[in-house]
């Protein structure tokens, strides 16, 4: 696979409806068109699935390949495995600006939500899945906005995982005190504060602060940077987003068994004494 076809894959696979992306564009149709894989979840399967371009290729004999012009192009792929799940895009191309972006998606762009997500979220999941919604029409701007309520609906839960890892690690008791104050507080900024500064270094890649980086980036999307931007970023703070809360989720449960088994040693060994 060329890095065309690799490009053209990832933005297929992965990209919501509307948002260009700036590729660089053959100058025939032959080789735009050539992409025969992908990998998507199948709608029959019920499975991520290698799907592949089964159309028969003509020849060409007698016929010169079109140069590739800005228009709209259609890609059609089928499950191997199931061989009756299908996947339909179309795709505009702006030959000047050597951009794509996809008019359409059969069936429609995932709103499928990651499972330790949607358990941290509870209720807020639905803000989630509004968030994927707007993305995939291309609403950058507003998918942050519920971003942006979900992090602070679930400030109180960071706090909480975030105080149990500091307990954990015996932090001294003025930084778990902190976090009880900002736990009881009700300013979301001092909060949010709180919480920053409390994330752990090795939650922090490369010094950087994962909490931090996120919530600066969606203020600055409501507030500063264009449609475009937001949608180009979504996707990085959602994985960022489900890093952090799977981080603390995991740790909160192993540190639960660890002390529930400690817990029973304990209760063993003075029982048999
Ligand atoms: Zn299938």
């Not at 060409?60 to 800005?70: N, V, Y």
């Not at 803000?127 to 400030?155: D, T």
Request: charged fraction near 30%.
């Amino acid at each position: 696979m060329n890095d065309l076809q690799q490009n053209l894959r990832h933005f297929l696979e992965k990209k919501s409806l509307y948002s260009w992306v700036k590729l660089d564009l053959p100058e025939y149709t032959h080789q735009f068109c050539s992409l025969t894989q992908i990998e998507m979840e199948c709608p029959k399967c019920k499975k991520s699935r290698p799907f592949s371009d089964r159309r028969p290729r003509g020849s060409g004999a007698g016929q010169s390949i079109p140069k590739l012009e800005s228009d709209i192009y259609s890609f059609r792929f089928t499950c191997d495995s199931c061989t009756s799940g299908k996947y339909v895009f179309f795709v505009e191309v702006d030959t000047e600006e050597k951009r794509v972006r996809k008019i359409g998606q059969n069936p429609a762009w995932s709103i499928n939500l990651d499972k330790d997500l949607e358990k941290f979220l509870e209720g807020d999941s639905d803000f989630l899945k509004k968030a994927l919604i707007c993305e995939s029409q291309g609403y950058g701007i507003a998918a942050f906005s519920y971003y942006r309520r979900i992090l602070e609906n679930s400030i109180g839960k960071t706090l909480q995982g975030l105080r149990s890892m500091l307990e954990l690690n015996n932090a001294p008791l003025e930084e778990i005190e902190k976090i009880d104050k900002a736990l009881k507080g009700i300013v979301m900024d001092e909060r949010i504060k709180i919480a920053k500064d409390a994330v752990p270094n090795h939650l922090r890649p490369n010094k950087m602060n994962p909490l931090a980086i996120i919530y600066d980036t969606l203020s600055a999307g409501i507030h500063r940077l264009s449609e475009e931007q937001c949608l180009e970023n979504s996707q990085h703070i959602r994985v960022a987003l489900s890093y952090l809360i799977r981080a603390l989720t995991q740790q909160n449960e192993e540190q639960k068994a660890f002390l529930d088994s400690m817990k029973s040693l304990n209760d063993f060994n003075s029982e048999s004494a």
